[in-house]
């Protein structure tokens, strides 16, 4: 099936620096999705966009869904340790299919 | 959102024996997946859990290998068969709860490392 490119592959920063990520495809997108993972869990939704050029914030994370519909962004600001872990991002074209990119893991150094 | 459970959280098994893992939502659902994520990896679609009737299996996976079940709206199970070390993998359920065609969560997965 088809696989989102996401970038970057991994980051490593510090604390209370600000986060970019983005999710590329090569098809249009319905929806676009961003998960976070932690080790030994399940991804756990962080922000479900619906239109392009929506732009959606939940707490310090912002989302946004490219106007192009191919693509989708992710930005973190002042990381904390806690942020710690893998984002995904995930789209559906059009009916129950999900796509998921391929992760970036972010480390956050105190 | 949907309260998922799923069963067992880890197992360690042999070579050659059999693995049923169980995914029960507190809700009714439209939409069941199973996933598996390689150390690493990203996740990778295994089958959607059509209840009442056989799975939809993606291409390189098929019903002998993993077969699957969805007897109502809320339960799914999937077996992975005459299991080899390339099975160690996390197994995950998802779900698409009724009414929000466009939102999937995740159950916590099963870690199954086969020896």
């Known amino acids: 099936g088809q696989q989102l490119n996401q970038s970057p592959q991994s980051m490593f920063i510090q604390e209370g620096e600000d986060v970019s990520m983005n999710c590329t495809s090569s098809s249009i997108f319905n929806t676009w999705l961003w998960y976070k993972q932690d080790p030994g869990e399940g991804p756990v939704l962080l922000i479900a966009?619906?239109?392009?050029?929506e732009l959606t914030s939940n707490g310090r994370l912002t989302a946004q869904f490219g106007i192009t519909r191919k693509d989708s962004f992710l930005n973190i600001s002042a990381s904390i340790p806690s942020d710690v872990g893998i984002y995904f991002c995930a789209g559906q074209p059009t009916g129950n299919q999900f796509y998921f990119g391929t992760g970036t893991s972010l480390t956050v150094i105190p | 959102s949907a309260v998922i459970s799923q069963k067992p959280s880890r197992d360690i098994c042999q070579r050659g024996t059999s693995l049923t893992i169980q995914c029960q939502v507190d809700?009714?659902?439209?939409?069941m997946f199973w996933y598996r994520q390689q150390p690493g990896q990203s996740l990778t679609l295994i089958a959607t859990?059509?209840?009442?009737?056989?799975?939809?299996?993606e291409s390189g996976f098929v019903i002998d290998k993993f077969p699957i079940s969805r007897p109502n709206l809320t339960f799914s199970t999937l077996t992975v068969s005459n299991m080899s070390p390339e099975d160690s993998s996390i197994y995950l359920c998802?779900?698409?709860?009724?009414?929000?065609?466009?939102?999937?969560?995740f159950g916590a997965g099963t870690r199954l490392s086969v020896l």
């Open positions: 859990a059509n209840q009442g009737s056989e799975a939809t299996y």
């Open positions: 998802s779900v698409v709860p009724t009414g929000q065609g466009d939102i999937q969560y």
């Open positions: 809700s009714q659902v439209t939409m």
């Open positions: 966009l619906y239109k392009a050029g």
